[in-house]
């Protein structure tokens, strides 16, 4: 085992930090060398103090509340895990486009880093800042202890979590070659509104209510019911499944984007909320020269609406679809399809929209649909939405506006110093929003 310099994610050494020499003392060398030399004369107190690990009882509450596990029963499930061949062995085709399949792993990445980097909240950190100011041969010396007062199931449960975290390293670096850094901005704006927890609370409350209620039917809750799913209705011309081709091409493009977004960083996005978003792809006869038909689209919403065929968790507010120029888009550099409301709000006839770069104009009698960059239906644009349904200032920020569909539109066509060109795709940069 050896010590890296730095830690990802974790600046230890900063200007700051303390560079002191230090020295190990003669009682803990003494240990040290026992450790190796005979380990199972070592204590469990000992290994523990030499692994920097707290007590039983406070690492099985601090590792329960992380994950919902103890940290013996996440040994356990890492080991069966393994046992199971769930990591080298996966069954699963819920394959991201590098084939890895994470939905298949055993272990999520929050269990992973508890086996790997314990429980303590900034420990790792920790323990490099002090690695770093050893002799190189007192680094080799702790090294070699900690290793070999680990037990065989520890280690067998900590290759099991690496390996774990070496997948979800490859699905990062897929994620953030697909985005730039306009895109990581947004995502990382959209992370600081608390929609995760409201939305899982809320779906987690809807599945409840609908199996506690005698009189749901197996059919009230819609597709997706189990755990709870969250997502939009997209719809699309009922022809396209006809013709094949390009409606599958495009829904795999889109499922491409939708899993880099959720899937960009694993520490700022749930497990729970990668597993329960989804879009509920709705066929629609086409109605103008063999497209869509704005006015058809938010009949058939409210028909949805009211016949209660919108999966619970499903925003009942704002559906997705595509068009001819949607499929056209797919080919440029930012693919799109369209965001649309189901009926003008009343409030919104009176509500006025600003001119780009105005404070003051005129609002349209019904709202006109926006294109939406395929990269930010989720988490950017979903996490937009549900912004809808909080209170105070988790209304708006960390944005200047709210989030009702003028304002979107208004962020999307504002002239903007520094920006050289506007191609009326959501989102702008974040620094404009």
Not at 248 to 261: C, D, P, R, V, W
Request: with cysteine.
């Amino acid at each position: 085992m050896s010590f890296p310099i730095d830690a990802r994610g974790t600046n230890s050494f900063s200007i700051n930090a303390d560079r002191t020499p230090l020295a190990l003392d003669e009682s803990t060398r003494t240990l040290y060398n026992r450790a190796i030399s005979d380990p199972s004369s070592l204590t469990d107190q000992e290994r523990r103090l030499i692994n920097q690990r707290p007590p039983p009882d406070e690492e099985n509450t601090l590792c329960r509340n992380a994950c919902g596990l103890s940290m013996d029963e996440l040994i356990t499930k890492a080991i069966n895990n393994n046992n199971n061949n769930n990591i080298n062995n996966s069954n699963d085709d819920d394959d991201d486009d590098d084939g890895l399949s994470l939905s298949s792993l055993g272990l999520s990445y929050k269990e992973a880093s508890l086996l790997t980097a314990g429980v303590v909240e900034g420990q790792p950190g920790h323990i490099l800042s002090e690695v770093a100011r050893i002799s190189p041969e007192d680094r080799d010396l702790k090294a070699r202890a900690m290793e070999a007062t680990r037990t065989d199931d520890i280690r067998a449960a900590r290759e099991v979590a690496q390996r774990v975290k070496q997948r979800w390293l490859a699905v990062e670096l897929a994620a953030a070659k697909a985005l730039n850094d306009d895109d990581i901005r947004n995502i990382r704006f959209a992370m600081k509104v608390p929609w995760q927890e409201h939305v899982l609370q809320s779906s987690s409350n809807s599945a409840d209510d609908s199996a506690s209620d005698p009189a749901s039917g197996p059919n009230d809750q819609g597709p997706g019911e189990a755990g709870g799913r969250v997502g939009l209705v997209v719809f699309f011309q009922r022809e396209e499944e006809e013709e094949g081709g390009r409606l599958l091409e495009y829904k795999s493009q889109i499922g491409t984007a939708l899993y880099h977004g959720l899937h960009y960083s694993p520490r700022l996005i749930k497990d729970e909320t990668r597993d329960r978003f989804t879009l509920h792809w709705v066929a629609i006869p086409g109605i103008i020269n063999n497209n869509l038909d704005l006015s058809a689209l938010r009949s058939r919403f409210n028909k949805m609406l009211s016949n209660n065929e919108i999966p619970v968790g499903f925003r009942r507010d704002a559906f997705l679809y595509v068009d001819e120029e949607a499929f056209r888009s797919r080919e440029t550099t930012r693919p799109y399809l369209w965001l649309a409301e189901p009926e003008p709000h009343s409030e919104s006839k009176t509500e006025t929209v600003p001119e780009p770069g105005t404070g003051t104009g005129a609002q349209p009698e019904a709202l006109q649909p926006l294109k939406v960059d395929i990269k930010h239906i989720a988490p950017t644009l979903f996490a937009r939405l549900v912004q809808r349904d909080l209170q105070g200032e988790a209304r708006r920020k960390p944005y200047r506006h709210t989030s009702e569909l003028s304002r979107l539109h208004a962020a999307t066509n504002a002239i903007h110093i520094g920006l050289e060109e506007r191609d009326g795709i959501w989102p702008p940069p974040a620094r404009f929003q």
